[in-house]
């Protein structure tokens, strides 16, 4: 079993739509929790950063961390064709400790 | 966050010979990462490169075959060496952000690697 799984996709969706993007771990020391996007032909971009449980927002962009559940999830509202990327999920315990990722998730928007 | 430059950004070499490519940085950071990201696959660390000291590799990846420098706090290279086409593959560095450790990680644009 991987330490990080993310379901590959594709996704897509009407334009204006809210997309929920998740990813489950399975290593309870992660406490850190990152989301990338990542164009194609072009390197990850980090989006949102989330220490422990929680929420955080950013503009139509939306973190939630349950660590109960080893689950968190990227929420996009008012989703537009310039969305389009693959989301990557990326966590670690801190503390210089290693960076895991998950193997990304392909959104298309559609006008 | 920091900017990184990445050099090539693409190349297409010949089974057997070695290509370096280097990763700049405008700014001085502590700890900078090589990974490879191959066709339809997510990332994979290769090695953290610390300046003034030999990068540490994670497990498949040795030192002969993919050598790294870490001449200052702004700069590192990855030589991939003896290519085959194995090793086609987007090549990337990072370097940690102002979060604690290594936890923000921003990316170089890649260097895409086609071995023929």
């Known amino acids: 079993q991987k330490e990080v799984e993310q379901d590959p996709g594709p996704l897509s969706v009407p334009e204006g739509a809210i997309v929920s993007l998740n990813c489950t771990y399975s290593n309870s020391a992660f406490q850190y929790f990152m989301w990338y996007r990542q164009y194609s032909r072009k390197g990850p971009e980090l989006l949102m950063y989330?220490?422990?449980?929680g929420n955080k927002e950013d503009g139509r962009f939306t973190a939630q961390v349950d660590k109960s559940s080893k689950y968190i999830s990227l929420f996009i509202r008012d989703s537009q064709p310039s969305d389009s990327a693959t989301y990557l999920c990326?966590?670690?315990?801190?503390?210089?400790?290693?960076?895991?990722f998950g193997t990304g998730t392909k959104l298309q928007v559609i006008p | 966050s920091a900017v990184i430059s990445q050099k090539p950004s693409r190349d297409i070499c010949q089974r057997g010979t070695s290509l370096t490519i280097q990763c700049q940085v405008d700014s001085q950071v502590t700890m900078m990462f090589w990974y490879r990201q191959q066709p339809g696959q997510s990332l994979t660390l290769i090695a953290t490169a610390n300046q003034g000291s030999e990068a540490t590799y994670e497990s498949g990846f040795v030192i002969d075959k993919f050598p790294i420098s870490r001449p200052n706090l702004t700069f590192s290279t990855l030589t991939v060496s003896n290519m085959s086409p194995e090793d086609s593959s987007i090549y990337l560095c990072?370097?940690?952000?102002?979060?604690?450790?290594?936890?923000?990680?921003?990316f170089g644009p890649g260097t895409r690697l086609t071995v023929l």
């Open positions: 990326a966590m670690s315990a801190g503390g210089y400790q290693k960076v895991t």
């Open positions: 989330t220490y422990s449980s």
């Open positions: 990072s370097v940690a952000g102002q979060a604690s450790g290594t936890d923000t990680q921003y």
